[in-house]
């Protein structure tokens, strides 16, 4: 009986502690978090499914702490684009508006802001804007009307009636 609920104790302090670590790595403190794992691998490697999860989690820790600190500051107007595209990506829609007006700014006829620009508003819900970006991108280059005719970004535009005729009169 001793023996059945000195187990008991002894997961339910590694379920306290791999708790704790996971709160810490939820929070982006990975440093944390890390050396939470790791106090947890050595100090209750009987609970093996802890402990490999906390290993498969020590090693998402070591691969962002070793990622730079900071991303050097766009510059050039593909810069912006790409670090538009990556916050676009990551669903941080008002960065990635930041990154676009940024770049429009180093030229605003370019087609390729204008398309990218149409996209993120065709992501976060706004048909209004994201149509009248892509008539812009559109003007400037008729290659993006091939393109967003086959970009999954903008299918939730694919039947409204102001994007057939843009796609048509194009």
């Not at 730079?68 to 508006?97: D, S, W």
């Amino acid at each position: 009986m001793k023996d059945e609920r000195t187990k008991k104790d002894e997961y339910q302090k590694a379920l306290a502690a791999y708790s704790e670590a996971l709160k810490e790595f939820h929070k982006g403190r990975f440093d944390k978090a890390a050396d939470l794992l790791n106090g947890l691998i050595e100090k209750y490697p009987g609970e093996r499914e802890f402990a490999d999860r906390a290993r498969t989690y020590l090693t998402i820790c070591d691969r962002r702490l070793k990622e730079p600190k900071e991303i050097p500051a766009p510059k050039t107007l593909e810069e912006f684009c790409h670090h538009g595209v990556y916050r676009m990506n990551r669903g941080e829609y008002e960065e990635a508006q930041k990154m676009f007006e940024k770049a429009a700014k180093l030229d605003p006829e370019s087609a390729v802001v204008s398309y990218l620009t149409a996209a993120l508003f065709a992501a976060a819900d706004k048909p209004d804007e994201a149509i009248e970006a892509l008539k812009k991108a559109v003007q400037g280059d008729k290659f993006y009307r091939i393109l967003a005719q086959n970009e999954a970004d903008f299918e939730p535009l694919w039947e409204d009636k102001r994007f057939k005729l843009l796609m048509r009169m194009a």
